[in-house]
């Protein structure tokens, strides 16, 4: 276990190593930072000025060379707009989006595990039939569509469901406000957090049934129900549990995906988080938030990842983690 955590910590900064250069590659094509911080009225000469001041004048190596070692102090460089360090502007943004993967997060395993087993067991059933119908529909409709379709319905054809905000919250540690203290921030965070899912729902309901169909073929499953178990504890404890390896893998990678795309849930819900942030630093120009917000999400993915091969390997003990790493 250490070798394989030690293997698995130098991958991590070799990754995030790529991450960040890549990150600070790309604002050179961000467009010039200068236009939001000054405007059009500041002569060429003044512009000159500021660009030396902030650096933007040196080589590519000697800037990035200069945010690495400023990045491995905490600092990620200072938001033009919010005239305070962009980590921090993230950090506060940062609760809003982690509670609506969670909570999207909760509809998924809650709907998926169920649905998927079902349509394993009975799949000529005409639940089934309308389950898999429907798990195809939703993964062919955007998640920007469903959601500005449940705000027609739920909030401006019936009012059940506030459409925008995260309503009332409480303050818990720092700069986390959670919404999941109040029945306001309970109300504001049921859409945003079903039009996430929509688009994850479906992939996790056809790979539960794939994979369950295939361990239900399986020699142990016909031995055990030759020896007459129940059939829902063969359903539920011995296939489910090996129906779950595969599921578990796929399911890191797609939470970690999920805070990438609620930047479109954010936006059209107007959810104060780092999606919505991140698309109003790239209206701005904000090259340092967007730099910053780059490296925090790839940072999200590594250590998701590195979790979920760690939690592989303790539901599947047969699993050498050592090898897991190489």
Known sequence: ?????????????????????????????????????????????????????LGLNDSFVTQYLRFAGNALQGDLGTSYFFKEPALDVILKKLPATLEL???????????????????????????????????????????????????????????????????????????????????????????PSIALASIM??????????????????????????????????????????TLLPVITVGGVQIGTMVAYTILTETVFQWPGMGFMFLEAVNRVDTPLIVAYLIVVGFIFVVTNTIVDLIYGLVNPTVNIARMGA
């Open 201 to 242: 729902l479906p992939l996790f309901v056809r790979l539960i049934r794939a994979e369950m169909m295939e361990v239900l073929q399986s020699e142990y499953v016909k031995y055990a129900k030759a020896k007459g178990i129940n059939p829902w504890r063969i359903y539920f404890v011995h296939a489910l549990k090996n």
């Open 101 to 191: 993967v969670f909570g999207a997060t909760l509809i998924i395993v809650g709907f998926s595990v169920p649905l998927g087993v079902y349509t394993a067991i009975k799949p000529n059933s005409i639940l089934s039939r309308i389950i898999m119908g429907l798990s195809i529909i939703g993964i062919s409709i955007p998640v920007f569509l469903t959601a500005i379709l449940m705000i027609f319905v739920f909030s401006v054809e019936y009012g059940w469901l506030p459409s925008y905000g995260r309503g009332d919250t409480v303050q818990v540690w720092g700069y986390w406000q959670t919404n999941f203290a109040t029945a306001d921030g309970w109300l504001h965070i049921i859409l």
């Open 1 to 53: 276990m250490f070798a394989y955590l030690a293997k698995r910590v130098i991958q991590a900064i070799a990754v995030m190593f790529v991450i960040s250069l890549i990150a600070f590659a790309i604002q050179g094509n961000l467009g010039d930072p200068l236009r939001e911080l000054v405007g059009q009225s500041v002569s060429e000469e003044v512009r000159q000025q500021l660009r030396d001041e």
